[in-house]
């Protein structure tokens, strides 16, 4: 059986299915979304996007920075995917002395979303909870889908 859901927006720029077991901590520029009973958070930040920066560059670069700055050794394999709908997403899981990290990043227009979560080793729901939740990040602003160009910079 599924868990229940329901969906929470951070005023126009996006929505998503939050477990209704799980609350959001709105710190302004950046958000927290931790269960209500337990340990661990999901963190999503805001920035915006440079004009002179590919989307698949930026998401990748926001993944790969977050990850060296947890001290996880490199190169890392980040997957970046460009859909029909002009979002550009990048995953990275990798782990660090402290425990196992994901990092994801999705870009639009001029926005970008960065998602960070963390688990140690016998709590991996978190990250499983954190990919969920990354994977069904919904703009409010997007067009309809479109043929995009090729990715070059500035395009968004």
Known sequence: MAEAVETWSWGELFELDLPVDWEVQDHGDAIEICPVAGVGGIQLATLDAPEDEAPTALVARLVE??????????????????????????????????????????????????VTAFARAEDARMLLVAEGLFDGLRPRDLPAAADLPPDA???F
């Open 65 to 114: 920075r977050f990850a060296a700055t947890r001290g996880a050794a490199g190169p890392h394999p980040t997957a970046v995917e460009r859909e029909p709908t002009g979002l550009t997403r990048a995953r990275l899981r990798f782990d660090a002395d402290d425990g196992h990290w994901l990092a994801c990043a999705v870009t639009w227009h001029r926005v970008a979303v960065f």
């Open 153 to 155: 910079p500035g395009d």
